[in-house]
């Protein structure tokens, strides 16, 4: 046994040097009265280089003493640092309650110093256990950077282990380095931010590029800002399509309902978009329902909120068309006027029961955020939700109509009203039938609408006319022809807005309209056969 003791003491020894090395690592990371005093007293310039030193030693007890700093819960009492937590003063170095004297001053942060401080908070993130966060962290520091941060750059690029949060990082210090004095660095920074194309990025180059004298830099920073703009290009044109595909959606769900009235019936319905609006504050009651009675269950409120949409609008389309539009059918002149008075009376029932001002529809969590595409491309899922939900009621209105009965009815009486009677169809019922569904799906658009606005008694009029444009354009009475219509105008309007501005987009798509119908009043899809006289 006597052979094994000098082995069990060097064992013992070496772990004994190695607790010691790791104590002396930790005091020396750790915050100390001195940095905590350094970082709260003195002008904005002491204390900012207090808290870069203070960073370049990271601690936990720093980054809870920092927080503190953000959240104003710091005071002085002479030479003494008392944070606040909960109530209670305690030491920012060893976090032991302390008494706080009736004397302690709060300390104050401007602005300047508040912002180095979100900074510093960012710098402490780097070396967490959350991959996101140190992610995030390193995107802070590339928005804000410093010369002062390289040491903590690299060293935090040593012990990655994430390549995105390492590339990330890279940026992160290449940043940094367009401030060096060195020629070569700020070279080195300007090609190797070239790869990142975020408008961040494009920000920071064009700053340092007011500020550079030298000329081989210049060029540098030149090239890598043109590289830059090339591929947010390709973003902000697909953005740009991706808004032209959502409002074509939106107007196609809105230009739907008057598919039916309008292009089928024939009835010029300018209550349309007051119908639209009864479907938005029907989502609305419905999110007050489940708010209050169901809030385990909110997130799914639009389940119960669309079919209600459809039934309420549809409800009053009915009542509608069979106390009203049954007396005017044949006389578009006396339609119009009828039901532009049944509007402005709409929106007064709303506004006395709901109020004037605008009421907010939430949208449920799955809905909120979108998918990052490019680094200035990002699409949000209630825009998508309300795409695939246009398309939904697209394909459920085209069965509806080529499939079923009601849709014979309908198509029938369209075509040939006497023969329809003739053969024993109800052609009453079925007029009412169709403008009930033709003011449902009005209500479906405004369900849709809700969970991109506000919705009020004027939600309406900001569509109606779009909708008529969209029905006239595609063709009376043709599906067809409104999907194109309202997908060509969507897109056409948010490209022309990234040249002229959203008023004289809007003045040139009616322009370009009234030179297409002149041209070929049928719309894109011409009504073929007899009834096309």
């Not at 959240?71 to 909960?86: H, M, P, T």
């Not at 010029?268 to 479907?279: P, Q, S, T, V, Y």
């Amino acid at each position: 046994m006597t052979y094994r003791l000098p082995f069990m003491l060097a064992t013992i020894l070496q772990r004994l040097t190695a607790c010691l090395l790791l104590c002396a690592a930790v005091q020396a990371h750790a915050l100390t009265a001195e940095a905590a005093r350094a970082m709260v007293t003195g002008d904005t310039d002491e204390r900012i280089a207090a808290l870069q030193a203070a960073v370049a030693q990271p601690s936990e007890a720093t980054a809870v003493f920092l927080r503190a700093l953000a959240d104003d819960a710091v005071k002085v009492a002479g030479e003494r640092v008392i944070v606040l937590q909960d109530g209670k003063g305690r030491d920012p170095v060893t976090g032991a309650e302390v008494a706080v004297p009736d004397d302690a001053e709060d300390v104050i942060s401007n602005n300047r110093l508040r912002g180095e401080i979100d900074t510093a908070l960012a710098a402490l993130q780097l070396f967490g256990t959350d991959e996101k966060a140190r992610l995030a962290a390193a995107q802070a520091l590339m928005k804000e950077p410093d010369l002062a941060r390289l040491p903590l750059l690299e060293r935090a690029l040593t012990s990655e282990t994430s390549a995105r949060v390492k590339e990330q990082l890279a940026l992160a210090r290449s940043a940094a380095l367009l401030g060096s004095d060195d020629v070569a660095q700020r070279l080195e920074a300007a090609r190797a931010l070239a790869g990142s194309a975020t408008p961040d990025t494009r920000l920071l180059l064009n700053e340092r590029l007011s500020a550079e004298d030298n000329a081989e830099v210049k060029a540098a920073l030149r090239a890598a800002l043109a590289t830059i703009n090339e591929r947010l290009a390709w973003g902000e044109r697909l953005g740009a399509a991706f808004s032209g595909i959502s409002l074509g959606s939106i107007l196609l769900l809105v230009a739907l309902g008057l598919a039916i009235t309008y292009g089928l019936m024939g009835v010029i319905n300018m209550a349309h978009g007051e119908l639209m609006m009864i479907g938005a504050y029907a989502t609305y009651v419905v999110q007050g329902v489940f708010q209050k009675f169901f809030p385990g269950a909110f997130d799914w409120y639009l389940v119960a909120a669309v079919p209600l949409a459809f039934a309420t609008s549809a409800a009053v389309g009915a009542v509608l068309e069979r106390s009203v539009l049954r007396f005017l059918y044949g006389r578009p002149l006396e339609t119009l006027l009828a039901t532009w008075g049944i509007s402005l009376v709409l929106m007064q029932l709303v506004r006395s029961l709901f109020g004037a001002q605008n009421v907010g529809v939430e949208n449920p969590a799955w809905m909120s955020g979108g998918v990052q595409v490019l680094s200035n491309l990002t699409l949000p899922y209630n825009r998508l939700v309300i795409i695939g939900f246009a398309i939904a009621v697209l394909l459920g209105m085209g069965y509806l109509i080529a499939r079923t009965r009601l849709g014979l009815f309908v198509r029938g009486v369209t075509q040939n009203r006497p023969i329809a009677s003739c053969m024993g169809v109800n052609t009453a019922r079925v007029d009412t039938m169709a403008f009930a569904l033709g003011s449902g799906i009005a209500g479906l658009a405004g369900c849709a609408l809700s969970q991109v606005g506000n919705v009020g008694p004027d939600l309406g009029q900001s569509y109606i006319v779009d909708a008529f444009m969209v029905v006239v354009l595609g063709g009376v009475g043709q599906l067809a022809g409104t999907v194109y219509a309202a997908l060509g105008l969507g897109i056409l309007n948010k490209f022309l807005e990234g040249w002229t501005g959203a008023v004289l987009a809007k003045i040139a798509v009616l322009v370009l309209i009234i030179v297409f119908i002149q041209k070929r009043p049928q719309g894109i899809f011409a009504v073929k056969g007899r009834t096309a006289d």
